[in-house]
T-cell receptor
C-alpha cells in the first residue's frame, strides 16, 4: 500500500475552514484515499473516501489532485468538537488492511 | 453504520495474568478486526477475527499471546495472555460491512499492566 505524508499538527480558528493536506505520491491506480479522525480517548471515526473525483458528505469534502499524488480534507466550518487527530490512509479498494500513520493533530481554537 | 461496544473500558492488571476483551456489534458485519494503539502512537492491526475459524494474525503477533474468538457475526473476544508492562496499551475493535475501507470502531479498552 502507498505511504502518506501529513503535517504533524495544524491550528484552525473556530468557524473557519480547516484544510488538511496529505501527500501520497506513490499511490496506485486501484488505491483509494481514506480519511479518519480520532477524538481524544475515542476510537477512530470514518470521515470520507475517494478514488479520483472530489467527494463531499455531511462531515467534510475531499479534494484529490488530478495526478492523485495529493489530497486535501476540508472541514468547511470547524468547531471545537473537530479537534482531533486526522489520518489520511491509502489502500486498495477492498483491502482489509488499513495502514495507519501518525496523522495530523488539528487544534480548533475559539 | 454499526455501533460497537467494548468491555471492559479500562483495566489495571498484574504482570503474568490474562485479560479478555469483548467486542459486540449491533448488527451483522462482514469483518471484525483487533488493533493496538500504544501511548502516543498510531494504530497497529493485530489480527482479523474470522467467524468460525482461526484468526488471521499480522506479522509480530501470535495466537498464543493474543488468542481471538469470533463465534458469530456480531461478537468477538481478544485475550491478552501472560501480560507484561509492554502490553499496556489501548486495544480497539473494529468492524466493516461490505466495504473494507469503511471501518467502524469501538471506544477502546485501556489496559495498564503493573
Amino acid at each position: 500500500d502507498a505511504k502518506t505524508t501529513q503535517p504533524t499538527s495544524m491550528d484552525c480558528a473556530e468557524g473557519r475552514a480547516a484544510n488538511l493536506p496529505c501527500n501520497h505520491s506513490t499511490i496506485s491506480g486501484n488505491e483509494y484515499v481514506y480519511w479518519y479522525r480520532q477524538i481524544h480517548s475515542q476510537g477512530p471515526q470514518y470521515i470520507i473516501h475517494g478514488l479520483k473525483n472530489n467527494e463531499t458528505n455531511e462531515m467534510a469534502s475531499l479534494i484529490i489532485t488530478e495526478d492523485r499524488k495529493s489530497s486535501t480534507l476540508i472541514l468547511p466550518h470547524a468547531t471545537l468538537r473537530d479537534t482531533a487527530v486526522y489520518y489520511c490512509i491509502v489502500s486498495a479498494g477492498n483491502n482489509r488492511k488499513l495502514i495507519w500513520g501518525l496523522g495530523t493533530s488539528l487544534a480548533v481554537n475559539p | 453504520s454499526a455501533v460497537i461496544s467494548q468491555k471492559p473500558s479500562r483495566d489495571i492488571c498484574q504482570r503474568g495474568t490474562s485479560l479478555t476483551i469483548q467486542c459486540q456489534v449491533d448488527s451483522q458485519v462482514t469483518m471484525m478486526f483487533w488493533y493496538r494503539q500504544q501511548p502516543g502512537q498510531s494504530l497497529t492491526l493485530i489480527a482479523t477475527a474470522n467467524q468460525g475459524s482461526e484468526a488471521t494474525y499480522e506479522s509480530g503477533f501470535v495466537i498464543d499471546k493474543f488468542p481471538i474468538s469470533r463465534p458469530n457475526l456480531t461478537f468477538s473476544t481478544l485475550t491478552v495472555s501472560n501480560m507484561s508492562p509492554e502490553d499496556s496499551s489501548i486495544y480497539l475493535c473494529s468492524a466493516t460491512g461490505t466495504w473494507m475501507g469503511e471501518q467502524f470502531f469501538g471506544p477502546g479498552t485501556r489496559l495498564t499492566v503493573l
